[in-house]
């Protein structure tokens, strides 16, 4: 084989989740309806966002952002997996699996601080609502929203840099359903102590970080809601954060135990379940948490459809 980028390896075999012949087709059925919703979910949203004048304001501008984030990302990792499930050997060239690597990598970190930055919205809008309009401008949001995107650029160029130093010699089945950081560090027949440390400071910082900001902005919030006095102010108030905070702690719940977790613990398989939610379901349930339970959405939903029936 010829020689590409320091590796003998021009592609890649991907495991996919399991090996069981008998859970190929429910697990294919079972994706690729999780994949249709994500898409349809993820699209309705932005189209309802772009279309409503109403819905024009700091919380759905990071809305959007996220929604289009879940789209893209859900589209990197989905595809893939679900060929994995109907093919006998799901092949990926080489530079296929580090294009993959690359986007995986550049919109998990960028919906990391995507998730912050909505938290912090909902700390201003709570804690401090008389400041609202001030502390989240139009440019602000943008310099906000432009720095998580800055984050995932960077942060997905060093992971992947890392993993091209790497020589694969002969071993290409990567036992995982898309190309991920650790089990290509499996397959390395040179050292990989220099990316272990890269990924335990730049993915530590990457969960950690947004995480204490995460959860400082909603232990102020927590505070506030104990000072309303109605019963429901309070529900009103809790209402508005309670599913973004679902969402974070599934997110980055899974993210910590496949990333931050010892090398020796668990198994490759255990990785496999973890990534499944916050590749595949966290996507498919950010636009519902967001929508079903809110009222400006289902109002702007309306006033879609009574639209294109008048038209």
């Not at 304001?57 to 996220?66: A, I, V």
Request: proline residues 4%; positive net charge; glycine residues 4%.
């Amino acid at each position: 084989m010829a020689l590409t980028n320091g590796s003998w390896v021009t592609e890649f075999i991907l495991v996919g989740l399991t090996g069981q012949p008998d859970l190929q087709i429910p697990l294919f059925l079972l994706f690729l309806v999780m994949y249709m919703i994500t898409t349809l979910g993820n699209l309705a949203l932005i189209i309802l966002i772009v279309l409503n004048s109403h819905l024009h304001n700091p919380m759905y501008f990071f809305l959007f952002n996220l929604s289009c984030i879940d789209l893209f990302y859900s589209s990197v990792i989905t595809p893939k997996m679900l060929m994995n499930f109907m093919l006998k050997k799901n092949i990926i060239s080489y530079i296929g699996c580090m294009t993959q690597l690359y986007f995986f990598c550049f919109f998990v970190i960028t919906e990391c601080y995507v998730l912050t930055v909505m938290a912090y919205d909902r700390y201003v809008a709570i804690c401090n609502p008389l400041l609202y309009n001030i502390a989240l401008s139009p440019k602000v949001c943008s310099c906000l929203m432009l720095s998580s995107y800055l984050m995932g650029f960077l942060d997905a160029m060093i992971h992947t840099g890392c993993v091209l130093r790497l020589t694969f010699c002969d071993g290409n089945i990567v036992n995982h359903y898309f190309c991920d950081v650790l089990p290509l560090l499996q397959l390395s027949c040179t050292s990989t102590y220099v990316n272990e440390i890269e990924i335990f400071i730049v993915g530590g910082k990457d969960i950690i970080v947004p995480t204490f900001i995460v959860f400082t902005s909603y232990g102020f919030i927590l505070s506030s809601i104990l000072k309303i006095r109605s019963t429901e102010g309070r529900s009103k108030a809790f209402s508005t954060c309670s599913s973004h905070i679902i969402a974070v702690s599934l997110f980055f719940g899974s993210c910590a135990f496949m990333y931050l977790k010892p090398s020796s613990a668990g198994s490759m398989d255990e990785g496999k379940v973890s990534s499944v939610f916050y590749n595949i379901v966290v996507p498919m349930l950010n636009p519902l948490i967001y929508s079903l339970r809110n009222k400006d959405v289902k109002l702007a939903l309306k006033r879609t459809l009574k639209r294109w029936k008048i038209s």
